[in-house]
């Protein structure tokens, strides 16, 4: 049944609780161990009532913002949902933003009561209002994890502080919260949401009410395998575009949430609820991928015959029939359900989905090897493109006619071309209106004619389907001229288990390079099957044994490439990328001149000889 939208995301959560009552909204737990708690629309409408009461009595006015810095919560949605009650504008932080991002972002976006998850991002909020006393009316933890507040601390309090303030409101202040949603209009700011920045400060990008309105309803319109009885996990940060945007189509859409508090857990998590709708990014595909590789590879003969059989079953059925929308062949179908029976549902209990809808997919390349076995055993990974100046989504796989390979067609009501020098511009009822207070930016970022520069470069195929290749600034010439597309050689190095992260060098040398972080677990499983010490971690990295296996690993997923693309040597890192230090960015995005010039030395080093 499509739903029809209230007045924004004003009044949705009271529309939904008049619709839905006693039926599940969300569902949350916050610990590994804990027990999973469910809250109904009606008490979810309540929650979003009070803290657009206790907002008031804060003292913020109409049009004033709001920031939140942390894990996922139910808390985030109900004092952003409270917030807009308010004409409030509300700006997301990364859970594991640094003081000196997190200052930015408060200072440039003007927010004068600061939420806070726990214990961990308490001392960012603290510092600054200690640096700007003036400027912060409060602090506001979620999680009381027995923290203890600073001794000078005068303007912090506790969630359910916060939530009696709301409860023991006066009834003129009530109305002072339904007269200032009733002022409300399309163009109101709702979010202001900070680019990663992989080349350079932070940018606010205004997201209006309007923006979500289209997303929203063009979602619903789009989206009909999705229904009120599904189940969505929460598990990308809140303060990704993709995530928040996706959870504000949820609640539109009447589908109850599990809200993921700690991503180290997913499998976890998964395994305790069983979704049937989550957005995920590439790597947790990658992950899956992997595991189910090395248990198949343990298997006995016979047993992975009937494995292959199964998948090229199901890629029959689901690729070559129905991605085309063409009917299923009787035979084939009652073939596709024996292995489904005895295989792939085996495989979805495995992971945690025993019953998968769909799983949006974006942020970074996927393998199209990846994409046909999920799709082919029966695990919708939707792809798309988006960026958090469209309100999330640009392109999308549809249930029929989508090319594997592409990012899918463009959304309809957005306009969508090629720039001669191959960027992807967009424009249309999701796109931002621009960036906040930076009309240099603002003059960069849009064309004469009003389409928005994604600094994405792609094509479109025969058939109307987009083609993302890179970062336009990502893109690099190598000293013979040939152009590489670093993102793509780390999304291919990605799928090999014995990877966890990759930077692609090559600009201006000879030939490309790469700086890896092993997942060290299953390297030094290898290790000890193999004679090799690895106690110690830097002696162990740059063992010339291990980077030959490396070295081993990495031909292997380069089949294909032409070249001059293939990697050719190597530089194990015995430590992750740092978004403290600047080398990746909140998303884990790679920036690139921090990282080029953090290991100018090892990256020498490959290049000496």
Known sequence: MHVIMANRLVDIVSAQAKRYGSREAYRFCWRKDGEWQSTSWNDFGLQVEVAGKALARIGLIEKDTIAICSPNTPQILITELGGFRNRLSAIPIYANSSQDQFDFIVNNGGAKVLFVGDSHQYPLAYNHWKKNPDSIKKIVVFKNDELKLEADDTVTIFWDDFVRMGMEASDDVAKEVEARSERGLPEDMATLIYTSGTTGEPKGVVI????????????IRLLKQVKDTDLSMAFLPMSHILEKAWCYYCISRGVAIAVNYDPRVIQDTIHDVHPNLMCCVPRFWEKVYAAVKEKIATMSKMQRMMVDRAIRCGRKRNLDYKRLGKR??????????????????????????PEPNMFPTAGAPLSDRIVEFMRSVGIEVTIGYGLSETTATVSYYPPVGYEIGTVGIPLPGLSVRI???????????????????????????????????????????????????????????TSNGKYIAPQMLESRLAENKYIDEAAVIGDQRKFVTALIVPNLSQLRAWASQNGIPSDDTEKFVSDPKVVAFMMEQINGVQY??????????????????????GEVTNTMKVRRPVVAKRYSKEIEAMYAY
């Open 328 to 353: 299923v062949p009787w035979f084939l179908e009652k073939e596709y359900q024996f292995w489904d029976k005895n295989i792939f549902r085996k495989l979805k209990m495995a992971i945690g989905i």
């Open 419 to 477: 720039d001669k020098n191959g960027e992807i511009l967009v424009k249309g009822p999701t796109v931002t209106a621009g960036y906040y207070m930076n009309e240099e930016a603002n003059l960069q970022a849009f064309t004469d004619d009003g389409y928005f520069r994604t600094g994405d470069a792609g094509y479109f195929t025969e058939s109307g389907a987009l083609v993302l290749t890179e970062r336009v600034k990502d893109l690099f010439k």
């Open 560 to 581: 294909g490439l032409a070249e001059y693309e293939k990697i050719k040597r190597i530089t194990l890192l015995p430590h992750h990328f740092s978004i403290m230090n």
């Open 208 to 219: 209006s009410h309007a923006n979500y309105d289209a997303a929203i309803e063009t979602h």
